[in-house]
């Protein structure tokens, strides 16, 4: 059975840093698609970060520069490192495993973490 | 201002037959795939629908996609009262975003 469970939101000040997980089980991560999915309290999805079986990233201009994907294949787990965070990260954010707009789709989502940015 | 439009809102009554649009440009929906999420309240979105008109397994046949030039569309038939949440479409940009833009999200409100 195919499982996702994001770690790592909480309460950060504008200026800080925080790192995302998402263990992933029942498929292996290093060789799917894996996407980072937000959304704002009482707002629509944006869709965040992908990362591609062959290890090519991409960001929402958004959040370029400042977030990085990346993943552990020991560990079966995605990642976002966010660092200079702003009030306009504040969110539910979800991981999915596949490309929102790619190939068959974000077909897995994991249950969401909430990352609020307020000092 | 997302590059995908969609209307806020659409009701209908159980049984009936609902439509939602999400109208693009020829950088996104014109030359791409268009996939459709549903997100019941207080939960994590589910897909829909793939490339256009591509149902995952376990999506009741209820639910359909279709896609004309730069504007695409999801129908809901039979409605039923679990079919309440906000939907979402989403396509590949060429220009803007890239891998992923949605839709502002439509709310349907079975009456």
């Known amino acids: 059975e195919v499982q996702l469970v994001e770690t790592g939101g909480g309460l950060i000040q504008p200026g800080g840093s925080l790192r995302l997980s998402c263990a992933a089980s029942?498929?292996?991560?290093?060789?799917?698609?894996m996407s980072w999915v937000r959304q704002a309290p009482g707002k629509g999805l944006e869709w965040v970060s992908v990362?591609?079986?062959?290890?090519?990233?991409f960001y929402a201009d958004s959040v370029m520069g400042r977030f990085t994907i990346s993943r552990d294949k020991s560990k079966n787990t995605l990642y976002l490192q966010m660092n200079s965070l702003r009030a306009d990260d504040t969110g539910v954010y979800y991981c999915?495993?596949?490309?929102?707009?790619?190939?068959?789709?974000?077909?897995?989502w994991g249950q969401g973490t909430p990352v609020t940015v307020s000092s | 201002q997302p590059g995908l439009t969609q209307p806020r809102s659409a009701s209908g009554t159980p049984g009936q037959r609902v439509t939602i649009s999400c109208s693009g440009s020829?950088?996104?929906?014109?030359?791409?795939?268009v996939y459709w999420y549903q997100q019941l309240p207080g939960t994590a979105p589910k897909l829909l629908i793939y490339?256009?008109?591509q149902r995952p397994s376990g999506v009741p046949d209820r639910f359909s996609g279709s896609k004309s030039g730069t504007s695409a569309s999801l129908a809901i038939s039979g409605l039923r009262s679990e079919d309440e949440a906000d939907y979402y479409c989403?396509?590949?940009?060429?220009?803007?975003?890239?891998?992923?833009?949605f839709g502002g999200g439509t709310k349907v409100t079975v009456l």
């Open positions: 999915t495993r596949g490309s929102v707009a790619g190939d068959e789709g974000a077909d897995y």
């Open positions: 990362i591609y079986s062959g290890g090519s990233t």
């Open positions: 490339k256009n008109n």
């Open positions: 989403a396509s590949w940009d060429d220009i803007m975003s890239g891998p992923g833009m």
């Open positions: 020829s950088s996104n929906i014109g030359s791409n795939y």
């Open positions: 029942g498929f292996i991560v290093n060789r799917s698609y």
